[in-house]
Every structure is written in structure tokens, then in C-alpha cells.
């Protein structure tokens, strides 16, 4: 499942207190690490959505899960069956609110034929969007594979091929490290301003985006 919230109301003193209170001393830790306000509300409310999917589920432990955060959103993606059911299954996910599009970044890091169909896309807001919809894509493989950024970018390529009418995006080119099947799920946010992936080596998405409010 993937839980996404606006973690907006975490900017107010009192409820971003109550919200740290609640955190294992490790994210305490991590939270006192940062200075600006936006970034310590983004890291106590991601945590927060996890620690509502320990308690609606039971889990005893933490399940599978992956995070990532991009202001205001929070996002939390996770196996909700025992871990002994899906052994050895990768996991990550990413969110970004889209703003200006870097295709300095997309032309460097990018695969060409990637690089290519942002470029081709019509006009300004579609290769904005375009350009957002690989990041979180290739973001969310890269979290998948547990290396992050420690694997190269174009080491790897997405193609995004039509598909009955509507476009999906397929891994057709594997880092050699991992030779392995990847599936993507993309979901659509509330506003336009934010693109969300999920990337996975088991096919089992839910179905759709679950808003949870803090």
C-alpha cells in the first residue's frame, strides 16, 4: 500500500511537538539534525504515516516499507502481509512536487531515449511533467535496488511504451547488478503539482493513492 499526506499542519509549534513525541529517538535525532522548519515537519510526518500503518495493521515490528518526502507531501509505501510472505521483495517509492523542470539534468543523467521523449513532448507543461514523471520513476528504482544514488543513473532505462490507449512505464534496460523483473506503479495526486512512483520487484500494487490527514 502507499499512504501519501500534507504534512503542512506539522508547521505549527504545538502539533509538530506532539507529532515528535511520538517518534523513536533516532528520528528525534535525525529531525534535530535539520534547521529549517519545513524539513523537520516533512521528516516527523513521513514517520508519522508509518507508525499509522504499524497500528491500523498490527504490525509487531515495521513491515517492508519505503518513505520519501518532497514539501509538503509525505509518502509512505509498504507490504501489509508478513515478511516471511514476500522474502527477498524490493521496494522503494518517491514523490516530487513538480516545479521547474531541470532538463540540464535529464540530458546528463538521463538515458537518451528518455532524455529524447521529454524533449518531444509538445509544449512547456508536458515536458515539465514528463521530466517529473521519469525523476520519480527512476527515484523510485533507484531506492528499489537499495543503492540509491550510489547507482548511476543511466546505468538503467525506463521506457515509458503505450499501452491500450494509456502509457506505462516498463524497465527495458537492467543495470547488471540487477538483472532482475521491476514493476512500476504510478498514482495520481490530488493536485497536479506532485507525480508519485512506486517500483517493486513483486507486480501486487494497491489499486490507489490512500490520503491520510495529520
Known amino acids: 500500500m502507499t499512504w501519501i499526506g500534507d504534512i503542512r499542519p506539522l508547521l505549527e509549534k504545538a502539533f509538530y511537538e506532539h507529532c515528535y513525541r511520538m517518534l523513536p529517538a533516532m528520528r528525534r535525532d535525525k529531525a534535530d539534525r535539520l534547521s529549517r522548519m519545513e524539513d523537520k515537519a516533512l521528516s516527523a510526518g513521513v514517520w508519522t504515516l508509518l507508525e499509522r500503518a504499524r497500528e491500523e495493521f498490527g504490525f509487531r515490528g515495521y ?78 528504482f533507484l531506492k528499489a535496488t537499495g543503492r540509491g544514488m550510489g547507482l548511476s543513473m543511466d546505468s538503467f532505462e525506463i521506457t515509458i511504451a503505450e499501452e491500450g490507449g494509456s502509457t506505462a512505464p516498463v524497465l527495458t534496460r537492467n543495470p547488471p547488478e540487477y538483472p532482475g523483473t521491476y514493476y512500476f506503479q504510478e498514482y495520481q495526486a490530488a493536485t497536479p503539482d506532485a507525480r508519485v512512483a512506486v517500483c517493486s520487484t513483486c507486480p501486487d500494487f494497491a489499486p490507489g493513492l490512500r490520503y491520510v490527514e495529520f
Open 63 to 140: 513491515p517492508l516499507y519505503n518513505l520519501s518526502h518532497s514539501f509538503p507531501y509525505a509518502l509512505c509505501s509498504f507490504v501489509t502481509e508478513d515478511a516471511d510472505v514476500h522474502g527477498g521483495v524490493q521496494l522503494g517509492c518517491d514523490v516530487e512536487t513538480v516545479k521547474t523542470p531541470r532538463v540540464s539534468v535529464a540530458s546528463r543523467y538521463f538515458r537518451p531515449e528518455e532524455y529524447r521523449y521529454i524533449l518531444e513532448q509538445p509544449d512547456e507543461e508536458r515536458q515539465k511533467q514528463a521530466f517529473f514523471r521519469y525523476w520519480v520513476l527512476k527515484e523510485s
